[in-house]
Structure formats: structure tokens, C-alpha cells
């Protein structure tokens, strides 16, 4: 069953801190609002003390007890210029290019979380998502033995009953065409995020074809992916390639593969590009009233997710406890 309430408990027991980096958005100071009516998330709020503080009141927010922080006058900001100089040596920044850059709120959050004054990080609200992304791959980045950052959705189907449809569904934002090694670690990142979420991973490699019944590049792509897959993630039950119809429904399962392991009850879905993810995430939320939350970024050092600028607050606040639950 998905809920908040478990993310919410674990984060009341080890509370943590998490930066906003567009500290002026109303939908931002919203969110932080109903955070800081709990004790189980620290907001840190980036930019103008006197301009944040007149937008909450403009807006009718109280933010009181959240940190706010204004890159031009930080007290640590000369050790992060250092610090910074030291993680971009090879590019040989300068320490007034890194004053330059670290002006922007998305790299001084950045840093921040680097610094360890935070642990984590939600920005996007205003910035792009390559805005986000980029300082994380140059300041924090991949986890070792991972070599791409990569993403997830997790969308919820909400059930009167309360036994909620669970399902994640990944690369849907980050990588345009991944290939197989990548698609093995997408995977395996996001099979790991499912079960925060509550969800036992079943994984299913998607295609146009199932165990063969299809010819191509596409299809040999997903089909030694799975093989990959299943050889490093041993204790995973995964198959691939499949059709979605095949991997979803016990029926059409029952004809195409009755000897998968997967297949008709599969809530883990691995596509073969962004475009197939993208397209597929967004008709399970439109079409199939399910809830999506994310791009959950996976791979990184450090927990920091993006926003898409169409949020809402709700959306913001939701993404801040799965972003500080995933700390």
C-alpha cells in the first residue's frame, strides 16, 4: 500500500534538512509552510531574506522556523568558492568564475548538499530540469560503479479501499536513448526506489515484441538487456523482452509466455527510450488516473530531485518528503 505516512515516520525518527533553491516561489513557500507545521522536514529556503519574508507575507504563508539563506552573503561562501575550485580543478576554474557561478541558486544548493549542510535538494520550479541536473553530475555526482544518472516515476492509482495500484516506470526524463548496459543499471536503481515506495519489483524489459515474436535493433537491445540484467540482479524476478500488454495482464500472459516469471504481474517497467517513457508515464496519468510522482532521479551521491514548473504545491510538498525519505 503507498501512503506518505511510512516516509513520514522514518523521517520523524531521522529528521533531515532539505534546500529550495527558488526560496520566492509561492508554490515553494507554500509547501515549506504546511513542512514546518511538522517536525519532520528542515526547509532551507534560497535567496533574499527581506525579499522571501514579503512574499510569504504577500501570499499569506508562515514560514517562521524555516532557514533562509542568501548566496551573496553566506559566511562560508570563501570556503565554498574553495571547495568548488577544488571539484572543477580539471576545468580550471578560477575562484572568480566560481563566485560567478555559485551566485546561481541551483549551484549553491548544490553546494550546500555537497558541504553537507544539507541533505538533500528540490529545484526545478523555474529552472529547466539540465539546470538541476548538470551542478548535481558535476558536484555530487554518480554513485560509485553507476555511470549514468537516470530517472523514475512512480504513479499511484487510488483505490476507495485504500489498497492503492502501485507501479514505477523508468527512463521517462533523463536519458534520450539509453543503451543496454545503461538500461541494466536503470533498472537496478530503479527496482531499489520501487521498494522504498513499498513496492515488491517485478521488472519488465518493454518492446514492440515478446520473448521473440518481434524482429530488430530495438528488440535485440531490450533482449540482451535483460539477459544483463538478470546475471547482475540475480535475486530480481525480471524478464524482457516484452509486450506491455503481455507484462500487465495475466490473460495475454497465459499466451505469450506462461513460463515467465514476470509477465501478466509485472510493476516495474523498464522502456527502451524517452520517448516510448515519456509517452507512457503521461497515459497512465491522463488516461489511467493514476498519480505521478516524480522524475525521481536515481544514481547520484545525494538525494536531489526536479521539479517539472508546472507544479503545484501540493506536488512540491510530496516530492520534498519522497526527495528527504530517499536521503
Given at each position: 500500500?503507498?501512503?506518505?505516512?511510512?516516509?513520514?515516520e522514518?523521517?520523524?525518527?531521522?529528521?533531515?534538512?532539505?534546500?529550495?533553491?527558488?526560496?520566492?516561489?509561492?508554490r515553494?513557500?507554500e509547501?515549506a509552510?504546511?513542512?514546518?507545521?511538522?517536525?519532520?522536514?528542515?526547509?532551507?529556503?534560497?535567496?533574499?531574506?527581506?525579499?522571501?519574508?514579503?512574499?510569504?507575507?504577500?501570499?499569506?504563508?508562515?514560514?517562521?522556523?524555516?532557514?533562509?539563506?542568501?548566496?551573496?552573503?553566506y559566511d562560508?561562501?570563501?570556503?565554498?568558492?574553495?571547495l568548488?575550485c577544488?571539484l572543477?580543478?580539471?576545468?580550471?576554474?578560477?575562484?572568480e568564475?566560481?563566485?560567478?557561478?555559485?551566485?546561481?541558486?541551483?549551484?549553491?544548493?548544490?553546494m550546500?548538499?555537497?558541504?553537507?549542510?544539507?541533505?538533500?535538494?528540490?529545484g526545478?520550479?523555474t529552472?529547466?530540469?539540465?539546470?538541476?541536473?548538470?551542478p548535481a553530475?558535476?558536484?555530487?555526482?554518480?554513485?560509485?560503479?553507476?555511470?549514468?544518472?537516470?530517472?523514475?516515476?512512480?504513479?499511484?492509482?487510488?483505490?476507495?479501499t485504500?489498497?492503492?495500484?502501485?507501479?514505477?516506470?523508468?527512463?521517462c526524463?533523463?536519458?534520450?536513448?539509453?543503451?543496454?548496459?545503461?538500461?541494466?543499471?536503470?533498472?537496478?536503481?530503479?527496482a531499489?526506489c520501487?521498494?522504498?515506495?513499498?513496492?515488491?519489483?517485478?521488472?519488465?524489459?518493454?518492446?514492440?515484441?515478446?520473448?521473440g515474436?518481434?524482429?530488430?535493433?530495438?528488440?535485440?537491445?531490450?533482449?540482451?538487456?535483460?539477459?544483463?540484467?538478470?546475471?547482475?540482479?540475480?535475486?530480481?524476478?525480471?524478464?524482457?523482452?516484452?509486450?506491455?500488454?503481455?507484462?500487465?495482464?495475466p490473460?495475454v500472459?497465459?499466451?505469450?509466455?506462461?513460463?515467465?516469471?514476470?509477465a501478466?504481474?509485472?510493476?516495474?517497467?523498464?522502456?527502451?527510450?524517452?520517448?516510448?517513457g515519456?509517452?507512457?508515464?503521461k497515459?497512465?496519468?491522463?488516461m489511467?488516473?493514476?498519480?505521478?510522482?516524480?522524475?525521481?532521479?536515481?544514481?547520484?551521491?545525494?538525494?536531489?530531485?526536479?521539479?517539472?514548473?508546472?507544479?503545484?504545491?501540493?506536488e512540491?510538498?510530496?516530492?520534498?518528503?519522497?526527495?528527504?525519505?530517499l536521503?
Open positions: 500500500m503507498f501512503g506518505f505516512g511510512t516516509m513520514i522514518k523521517l520523524k525518527k531521522n529528521p533531515k534538512t532539505i534546500v529550495f533553491t527558488e526560496g520566492t516561489d509561492p515553494i513557500l509547501a509552510s504546511r513542512l514546518l507545521a511538522g517536525t519532520f522536514l528542515k526547509p532551507i529556503l534560497l535567496g533574499n531574506q527581506d525579499d522571501i519574508r514579503a512574499a510569504a507575507e504577500e501570499a499569506g504563508y508562515n514560514i517562521n522556523g524555516a532557514t533562509i539563506i542568501d548566496p551573496m552573503s562560508r561562501f570563501d570556503e565554498m568558492v574553495d568548488f577544488e572543477r580543478k580539471s576545468k580550471g576554474v578560477t575562484p568564475q566560481a563566485r560567478g557561478i555559485l551566485s546561481g541558486a541551483n549551484y549553491f544548493g548544490t550546500l548538499v555537497k558541504m553537507g549542510v544539507a541533505d538533500a535538494l528540490l526545478g520550479a529552472y529547466s530540469t539540465a539546470d538541476t541536473v548538470r553530475l558535476q558536484l555530487i555526482k554518480t554513485k560509485p560503479g553507476n555511470s549514468v544518472v537516470s530517472s523514475c516515476f512512480i504513479l499511484v492509482r487510488p483505490s476507495a485504500g489498497d492503492n495500484e502501485v507501479i514505477a516506470m523508468a527512463d526524463a533523463i536519458n534520450i536513448n539509453p543503451t543496454e548496459d545503461e538500461l541494466v543499471e536503470i533498472a537496478g536503481e530503479t531499489e520501487a521498494r522504498v515506495f513499498g513496492i515488491d519489483p517485478k521488472v519488465a524489459f518493454l518492446s514492440y515484441s515478446t520473448l515474436s518481434g524482429k530488430g535493433d530495438d528488440v535485440d537491445k531490450m533482449r540482451n538487456a535483460t539477459a544483463k540484467a538478470k546475471a547482475r540482479y540475480p535475486e530480481l524476478p525480471i524478464d524482457g523482452e516484452l509486450q506491455f500488454d503481455a507484462a500487465v495482464s490473460r500472459a497465459k499466451t505469450k509466455c506462461p513460463d515467465s516469471p514476470v501478466g504481474h509485472a510493476n516495474t517497467f523498464i522502456f527502451p527510450d524517452i520517448n516510448a515519456n509517452i507512457g508515464y497515459v497512465a496519468q491522463r489511467g488516473n493514476f498519480d505521478a510522482y516524480g522524475p525521481i532521479l536515481l544514481g547520484l551521491n545525494a538525494s536531489i530531485n526536479d521539479l517539472s514548473r508546472g507544479c503545484n504545491a501540493i512540491v510538498y510530496s516530492m520534498a518528503i519522497i526527495t528527504a525519505a536521503a
